[in-house]
């Protein structure tokens, strides 16, 4: 208790050898697919073995659960040294996880379950080589109090509903394997352009899926979502080919930190692949309505040209807002043979569609250390992207993405 004073007191975060000794730590135990699955494994296992009731709190599967907590877990230790942008997430995430009834004394369990978790990694014959000391004890210790009275805190002090209901108006198939669903949502729901709220849809109920709005907020409580079909996943093969109008969506609390930070000289750069593309969209639509803005620069990727599904109302928004200039990019030059629809190319006066990985496109262009940056896609594209952007001399702090979309 003692220390989770200090820490609130402080409000710096972490001591930067706790912070160093935290991460190097995580990257030992879990440097490859099969020991983040086994990490996330033995935290679950613990967690029910002392507190079997709160198992009801967990869906049925717990494969997708799993890699979401190593992946909250991972962003948090890497992003130690940005204390804010951790608090900040932490009291989202807190905020959030009020949809499932958890209460301080679910948090206080699930720290020591991840104590202990950590722990024992550290006595298996994967990891024998590493030993348990009593400064990782301590620097876990630490970072378990951040975290649970970070994530306590933020829940307690959310005065807003934990769930909204919202109904679907459209359904619209842009391609076979992506659809783009509108609702509207009573009471509006209070997101900023940029975040993502978690999903739940009726024909999947348990099963919450992180979205993120591809409009801004508005008065009448209108939202769109962008879903691509996800081969083997349960929640997005529902959205894309059952979604009926009519269906009721609940949805939770907005998290999430992309966001331009207009009190900054810094002009901005936005990478969005697929349906990655919907939270800088809501950006750009939001910053239309703007008297002054900063240079945006939108690369809007793909695999296929096909995929650039959304070019023409992205040229639209540009047309009117000389600030936004935007560029399309597919990794192949031609759509596949099995794809039957039109031939999307970039309107007339777009820039011309470049060739290639779209991560390898833009450092191509050089650094980018003047601009504000933000990656939205699928967790291998962000990886890629951001290896490639500080190889051509972009500052790792500069760039933003979210952990969990």
């Known amino acids: 208790m003692w220390r989770e004073l200090q820490l609130v007191r402080k409000g710096d975060g972490l001591d930067p050898t706790v912070i160093a000794r935290l991460q190097s730590s995580l990257d030992s135990l879990t440097d490859d697919e099969e020991s983040r699955a086994h990490f996330s494994a033995v935290f679950y296992t613990g967690l029910f073995a002392e507190h079997p009731l709160y198992r009801s709190l967990f ?34 995430l807190g905020r959030d996880h009020r949809r499932y009834g958890v209460e301080r004394e679910h948090y206080e369990a699930a720290g020591v379950a991840l104590e202990r978790a950590v722990r024992s990694m550290y006595g ?6 590493y030993k ?30 934990a769930l909204w209901g919202a109904t679907v108006v459209s359904h619209e198939r842009v391609l076979d394997d992506l659809a783009i669903v509108r609702l509207e949502a009573d009471p509006p729901i209070p997101y900023g352009a940029g975040q993502y709220v978690g999903v739940q849809i009726p024909q999947r109920p348990k099963m919450w899926r992180y979205y993120s709005p591809a409009i801004p907020t508005n008065p009448f409580g209108q939202l769109e979502f962008h879903i691509r079909k996800v081969s083997g996943g349960w929640v997005s093969p529902a959205i894309v080919s059952e979604t009926n109008v009519g269906d009721r969506w609940v949805m939770s609390t907005p998290l999430g930190g992309l966001e331009v930070d207009f009190t900054s000289d810094r002009d901005v750069l936005m990478i969005g692949s697929g ?29 296929y040209p096909c995929d650039l599904y959304d070019l023409e109302t992205l040229w639209h928004i540009s047309l009117s807002n000389p600030w936004l200039t935007v560029v399309p990019v597919s990794e192949e030059p031609e759509n596949p043979w099995w794809h039957n629809g039109p031939v999307l190319e970039p309107p007339f006066g777009m820039h011309s569609r470049l ?18 940056v933000q990656i939205s896609g699928s967790p291998s594209m962000i990886k890629t992207t951001v290896y490639a952007l500080r190889a051509g001399g972009t500052p790792l702090d500069q760039i933003r993405h979210d952990p969990l979309y």
């Open 275 to 303: 349906t990655g593309i919907a939270p800088l969209r809501a950006q750009v639509m939001e910053m239309s309505q703007r008297a002054h803005n900063p240079r945006v620069h939108l690369f809007v990727g793909g695999r």
């Open 355 to 372: 060739i290639g990985p779209i991560g390898k496109v833009v450092s191509q262009f050089g650094s980018w250390a003047d601009r504000q």
């Open 124 to 129: 298996t014959s994967a990891h024998s080589r």
């Open 132 to 161: 348990w000391t009593p400064e990782l004890e301590d620097a876990w210790s630490q970072f378990t109090d951040l975290v649970v009275s970070t994530m306590a805190d933020g829940a307690e002090s959310d005065t807003t509903p």
């Open 59 to 92: 869906p049925a599967g717990m494969e997708s659960q799993g890699h979401r907590f190593f992946r909250a877990i991972e962003f948090v230790v890497k992003n130690l040294p940005q204390h804010r942008r951790i608090r900040k997430f932490l009291t989202q």
